[in-house]
């Protein structure tokens, strides 16, 4: 959590002369300004009863250490005050005390209901809702996995992966509600392979030319007194250097119209020679990053808008190359981790590896792309997958709005407000009520019918059936949520889509949301 300001400056007072009294320059002013560094960024630590980045679970009379960590490390000041407000009342309308915090940042769990424990420095900077906090939720108990699946269980044991790779486990629990969705990992032979506390598997190239298991054992970390576990068997096999590569023709097309945003494993798009040749040996550079980079593992990112490049893959003596392309109006944007095209605008904003949370601020909050944007009718179906506060009502903005804002003026649809003009594919129903959705919404906006604003020249500014539309910028914006309770007064962004038609949003959803590839 930033603030703009970094320094804040002490000097000695001094007097300013005015009408017939002279000022000596002889005159003692005291020491000059100093510097004074002062604390930018609060970072919250992670505790035993995080069920997320977000929330913490406990139970009555149970008690957690907080932590942080500030910045800069020259801070001449780094105190910190905790503070907390509860936000749960009894069915008598009595507020009820879910959670006490100590100064020094201890949080007693007291009755069942919500609290939110903020971390503030002691010499203050920005809104408070721009500070870190955690929601702690007392609850009486604590729903426990009963089963959890590896996604990938099947293909780890028998195509395994390269003793130079790295692969994660792909882990869903169940029940769905389970309280604490965490797990520990372990490696039956660290030699092999290793896996991080995150299920990143990595082989450990132990070589010697035979393919090789190792078991990776899978527990619930969930407080039960009887955590489910899982074997998982992992084949390693050996290393073998690619002699050739050819780029398979689908995937031809498909590199010729990524969008802005996009992640991309390339090794979905090549053919090795010979067969089982390990895909981690190969070098890959860009003939430009501006539009396009590979990492280490060959995943392709678009950095640009528009553009071309070409990547070279090396490995010994074998050399390849693969054209791609940017399609101008496409987005394919995750927010797994945040990029910096994109900010938080009267927000704040936090990513997960999952997704991003949007704070709401004093009731609305958006998050705004930083740049010009080409949008065509070859991609007029902007799509998206997001939590709200609330379900919320279209056309009305009673209980809250999600819509969409450029410089062409607010997205209006074909009606006259714009408040919720968003078509729902795939969760909640956008009814008006006052429930909470416990799972995001993929839900689409289609940029056929319009924008109402000042460089409109109609009530909607329809885009062209030919040539482009430049936005200088453009903004998801979640407003008027003004009876949203503290611990729900932000949203959450997984992905930003553009697709041609309908059609084509409910064949990704279909084929690749739904398995869980996305």
Request: hydrophobic residues 35%.
């Amino acid at each position: 959590m930033k603030n703009n300001s970094k320094y804040l400056f002490y000097g000695a007072a001094f007097a300013v002369c005015m009408g017939t009294a002279s000022c000596s320059d002889d005159k003692d002013l005291g020491e000059p300004m100093s510097e004074v560094t002062v604390i930018s960024s609060v970072t919250l630590g992670e505790t035993r009863y995080n069920a997320d980045a977000r929330n913490l679970y406990m139970l009555p009379n149970q008690e957690v250490q907080l932590t942080c960590t500030v910045l800069p490390e020259e801070a001449e000041d780094k105190g910190i005050a905790w503070s907390v407000q509860n936000n749960t009342k009894d069915a008598a309308g009595n507020a009820v005390e879910a959670a006490t915090v100590t100064p020094d940042g201890l949080v007693i769990a007291k009755e069942v209901g919500i609290a939110i424990v903020r971390a503030t420095p002691a010499i203050g900077f920005g809104a408070t809702d721009a500070t870190p906090s955690y929601t702690v939720h007392v609850v009486d108990h604590f729903d426990y996995i009963e089963n959890f699946e590896v996604e990938n269980e099947t293909s780890l044991s028998s195509e395994g992966i390269s003793e130079a790779a790295t692969c994660q486990l792909e882990v869903t629990a169940f029940p769905e509600n389970a309280t604490f969705k965490r797990y520990t990992f372990k490696s039956s032979d660290e030699s092999l392979a290793t896996v991080d506390k995150n299920g990143l598997i990595t082989g450990m190239r132990a070589n010697g030319g035979e393919t090789k298991t190792v078991t990776v054992t899978v527990t619930a970390d969930d407080f039960s007194s009887n955590p489910v576990s899982k074997e998982i068997e992992v084949k390693l096999n050996p290393i073998v250097e690619p002699t050739a590569m050819d780029v398979k023709a689908d995937a031809k097309d498909y590199l010729a119209a990524l969008g802005y945003g996009e992640q991309y494993d390339l090794r979905n798009a090549v053919t090795l020679t010979p067969a089982g040749a390990t895909f981690e040996l190969i070098e890959w550079t860009s003939s430009d990053k501006s539009v396009a980079s590979v990492d280490a593992n060959g995943i392709l990112t678009v950095n640009g808008m528009g553009g071309t490049a070409t990547l070279t893959a090396t490995c010994g003596g074998m050399t390849a190359t693969v054209d791609v392309a940017i399609a101008g109006g496409r987005l394919w944007y995750s927010f797994a981790e945040m990029i910096s095209s994109w900010y938080g605008d009267g927000a704040t904003i936090s990513a997960d590896g999952e997704k991003t949370t949007v704070t709401l601020n004093n009731g609305g909050g958006r998050l705004r792309f930083d740049g010009d944007l080409s949008l065509s009718l070859d991609y007029p179906i902007l799509a998206m997958k997001v939590m709200l506060p609330y379900q919320v009502a279209a056309g009305s903005n009673g209980r809250g709005t999600f819509f969409i804002e450029t410089d062409f003026g607010r997205y209006n649809g074909s009606t006259s407000s714009g408040n919720n003009v968003f078509t729902v594919v795939e969760g909640y129903e956008g009814e008006y009520n006052n429930s909470i959705p416990q799972t995001p919404m993929v839900c689409y906006f289609d940029l056929n019918n319009g924008f109402g604003g000042e460089k409109a020249d109609k009530p909607h500014h329809d885009l062209p059936a030919t040539g482009v539309e430049v936005m200088e910028g453009f903004n998801f914006r979640c407003a008027d949520f003004n009876k949203v309770p503290d611990n729900l007064g932000y949203y959450e962004l997984y992905w930003v889509r553009s697709f041609k038609t309908v059609a084509d949003l409910q064949e990704y959803l279909t084929e690749t949301e739904n398995n869980n590839n996305e």
